[in-house]
């Protein structure tokens, strides 16, 4: 049996204050930026200098798929174990996100002030949300073995 700083009563792993506590920033910060996506989303086009397109639907169905995002983050922060899966996802989402930001702003698509925008949405949570999965997939590690072993 571990005896590591990380365990509480009854052998469970759990995720540390600081985990539970940016997830839900992370969510809850996912549920505004989304809704702006959704009702805001005239200010967006200005604020980048982006002719706004005569269907905005797309900008807005993003902007839905944010605030799922940010129940998500939620979710995980209330029960990591179950939940893991929607970090993976979300955490794939950021990077393949940044990725295409960088991507466009490098082309000349989107100016240079996106970057701070991209930085403070999505890169800066990819290594906490890295630590947060490697603990949660411990979690789950250490709940399988001694299942195994009671069972």
Not at 133 to 151: C, F, H, Q, T
Request: glycine share 10%; proline share 5%.
């Amino acid at each position: 049996m571990p005896t590591t700083p990380e365990l509480k009563a009854g052998h469970r792993l759990f995720l540390d204050r600081w985990m539970r506590r940016l997830l839900r920033f992370a969510g809850t910060f996912n549920l505004f930026a989304g809704l702006g996506m959704i009702v805001l989303y005239h200010e967006g086009y200005r604020l980048f200098s982006i002719e706004k397109p005569e269907l905005v639907m797309p900008l807005q169905l993003t902007g839905v798929l944010v605030m799922l995002f940010g129940v998500g983050y939620h979710r995980v922060a209330s029960r990591p174990r179950e939940n893991y899966d929607l970090l993976l996802l979300g955490f794939l989402s950021k990077a393949g996100g940044s990725i295409l930001g960088i991507y466009y702003v490098l082309w000349g698509t989107l100016p240079w002030f996106f970057l701070p925008c991209l930085f403070f949405a999505d890169i800066i949570y990819l290594p906490f949300f890295w630590i947060i999965l490697k603990r949660i997939k411990g979690m789950r590690r250490y709940e399988a073995n001694g299942a195994s072993e009671n069972g």
